[in-house]
């Protein structure tokens, strides 16, 4: 059985999500896509042999359409989750789910009064092979409890739309996912200060930050935005046990001796970077909608992001330490 799936945004990660899933992943078939610049959706369209549809809306209620997938802009990705929820369609929505935690409520409260799991949010670090090896020896305590964790997160550049808030709720925001996995627990503070600013940042941007994040258990985790480093993207995460220091592998690259140095390549963006894990995430987002469930990073997952980083944002606005306060997790999100 093939899984029709209607994109919305094709813009540069939907593109490469309607190509992985078109050439290189199995079970499912991009039908139609949307976008809000009608004459890059209609190219997309055409190139994959899809449908174009005027409006996200209509491509969610199509009858060629079984789930969807949002990759528009992130104060767009709320509406469509919760057309498609009302649709009964399941959805996977890059992240963030929306970007702020009301939001994300709206659609936590949507999906339990419809009585069934059919959001899946992007959270793809979960599915890199680094951090599972990672989670694999934190579970298994081999090198005894984690302590403190130092992590960094570089992008090269960023273009003038990226501003301040936006290290935390569009960038760390992986990491505030990716490490709650991890540990296998949730924050309790959060502070986020500033290094000083590189020449490269404009005017609305204050780069480098750095988060200081607590857990309930007391392990102490500091995470380095730096989207303007200048010479590649780059993700570490280092973490201090009681027996030992892991560190997230790096990508194998070959390393070249050539003009009297020794150079290893390092990616150059994201879609280089995790281009695994996104084909893993896709590949089981596929196979679990075939099977009528839900198996990845929940709406739950999205609104846990999304107040730890609206209390990240508040830190930095007021140059405090902020608590983190999370609910109980429903049974309906449990398992
Ligand atoms: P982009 O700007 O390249 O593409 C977004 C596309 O959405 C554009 O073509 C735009 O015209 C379209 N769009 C905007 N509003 C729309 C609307 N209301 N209806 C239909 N189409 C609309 O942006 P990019 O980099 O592809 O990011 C898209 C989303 O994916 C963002 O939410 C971002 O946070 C997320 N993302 C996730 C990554 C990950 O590592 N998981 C990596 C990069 C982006
Ligand atoms: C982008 O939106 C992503 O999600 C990338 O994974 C991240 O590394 C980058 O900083 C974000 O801007």
Partial sequence: MELKIGVIGTGAIGKTHIERITNKLKGGKITAVSDANIENGKKVAQKYNARFEESGE???????????????????HEKYVLEAIKNKKYVFCEKPLAPDQEGCKRIIKEEMAGGKKL???GFMRRYDAGYKQLKKLIENKTYGEPLM??????????DESYTTPMAVENSMIHEIDVLRWLLGEDYSTVEVVFAKKTKYAHENLQDPQIMILTTKSGVRIDVEAFVNCHYGYDIKCEVACEEGIINLPEPSNPMVRTDASRITPICGDWSERFVDA???EFQQWINATLEDRVDGPTAWDGYVGSITAAAASKARDTKSVVKINIEECPEFYKG
């Fill in 119 to 121: 959001v899946q949010v």
């Fill in 278 to 280: 996104y084909n893993e």
């Fill in 149 to 158: 964790l130092h992590c960094a997160h570089r992008n090269p550049s960023v």
């Fill in 58 to 76: 209509a491509l969610i209620s199509a009858d060629d359409v079984d789930a969807v997938i949002v990759t528009s802009w992130d104060q767009t």
